[in-house]
């Protein structure tokens, strides 16, 4: 069960950090319009909707520990560039970098999630092993990645703290994708 947890903090966290933090970061700091990020979320949750079916599809073919895995990396590989990106305060380059965000870095972990979760556990535990996993992460990783995000920017000043509790987040995840073992075109365990 400890891998599900795992799995689902990085991509979890993600999610709220996009949906909230940036939100309260962008328009409190940065006095960006609300309207400007709210249609930045909005318009990466709609090119989303079809993301997550297509990345869930894509791990049928390709594994879903490479989806997974390749989620985990850009969500670190943006950590930073998110931020700076997101400061140019220019529309364009907010409403991309979200829907990049969202789309290509949360898809493609959350797009496997519901078939790889489940396929970890025997069919003794699958439904527990698998409920427990994600609602223990999302309430620690999910719940309180606003939180702690808002506090390292007023004790930092910067959100240079915020990509680092981002890319551990994502290393963690890392390491429990790399150590479950590859489920796709596999017999479920009994």
């Known amino acids: 069960m400890e891998a599900s947890v795992g799995m689902k903090v990085s991509e979890v966290a993600w999610f709220y950090i996009l949906t909230v933090f940036v939100v309260y970061y962008s328009t409190t700091k940065l006095n960006a319009p609300r309207t400007l990020i709210l249609d930045a979320v909005l318009y990466a949750a709609l090119v989303e ?5 297509l990345c869930g599809w894509l791990s049928d073919r390709w594994g879903r520990r490479t989806l997974y895995i390749g989620g985990a990396v850009l969500s670190a590989a943006l950590a930073f560039p998110l ?9 364009l380059t907010i409403t991309v970098t979200m829907i990049v965000a969202v789309t290509i870095a949360h898809a493609t972990m959350y797009g496997p999630q519901a078939s790889f979760m489940p396929e970890l556990f025997g069919t003794g535990s699958r439904y527990s092993g698998a409920s427990l996993g994600c609602q223990v992460s999302a309430a620690i990783s999910g719940g309180f990645a606003p939180v702690i995000a808002t506090s390292l920017l007023a004790w930092q000043g910067n959100t240079h703290g915020v990509s680092l509790f981002l890319i551990a987040l994502s290393l963690i995840t890392l390491a429990s994708v790399v150590v479950a073992q590859e489920t796709a075109q596999r017999p479920m365990p009994d």
């Open 83 to 91: 931020f700076s990106l997101i400061e140019t305060k220019d529309a």
């Open 49 to 53: 909707l079809v993301t997550v079916p």
